[in-house]
């Protein structure tokens, strides 16, 4: 069973972020940099939200707000969901499926130690599924 620790390990530990203080165009800006989706916003050590594409496109553009002049506390979405390293893909591609969410904070003993994205999910399940055709391949076979 793929872990999230195991999705991290692969994919790495970094978490992009900003403060709730910045500017909406500062966050796309690392957002292009990065070649992401989503920022997690944090005050520190303390996670206040978390910012996506999707957050830009309804309570940004929609609104015609200018993202120069708009901080990122005012568009942020403050309900974060979180996984922890040791849940499995398919409890993160539940949560993420049931909560309507694509990035998800990974959280070990109140600290983030990582961020994963629905794109890291699907590509760990289908690796898991992988590998069971091939062992009942060579079952099957042999
Ligand atoms: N080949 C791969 O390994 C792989 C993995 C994930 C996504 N993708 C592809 O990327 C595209 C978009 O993916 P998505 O919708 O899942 O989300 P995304 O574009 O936000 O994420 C792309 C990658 O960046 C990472 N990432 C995103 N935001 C981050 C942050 N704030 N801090 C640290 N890491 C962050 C994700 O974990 C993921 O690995 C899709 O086409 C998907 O298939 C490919």
């Not at 996984?83 to 909560?99: G, V, Y």
């Not at 309507?100 to 399940?125: E, W």
Request: proline residues 1%; glycine residues 6%.
């Amino acid at each position: 069973m793929i872990r999230m620790k195991d999705v991290l390990a692969e994919k790495g530990t970094d978490v992009w972020s900003v403060g709730s203080d910045n500017t909406v165009f500062q966050a796309l800006e690392l957002m292009a940099e990065k070649e992401i989706g989503a920022l997690l916003v944090m005050d520190g050590d303390k996670v206040k939200g978390l910012f996506s594409e999707r957050d830009y496109a309804r309570k940004v553009i929609l609104k015609g707000r200018s993202s120069k002049d708009t901080n990122i506390s005012m568009v942020m979405t403050d309900k974060v969901f979180c996984t922890t390293p040791n849940d499995s893909a398919d409890q993160c591609m539940a949560l993420m499926t049931e909560k309507r969410v694509r990035h998800l904070p990974v959280v070990d003993d109140g600290k983030v130690v990582g961020l994963i994205s629905i794109g890291d999910v699907v590509k760990s399940i289908i690796s898991e599924q992988q590998s069971t055709i091939n062992v009942l391949e060579t079952y099957i076979t042999s």
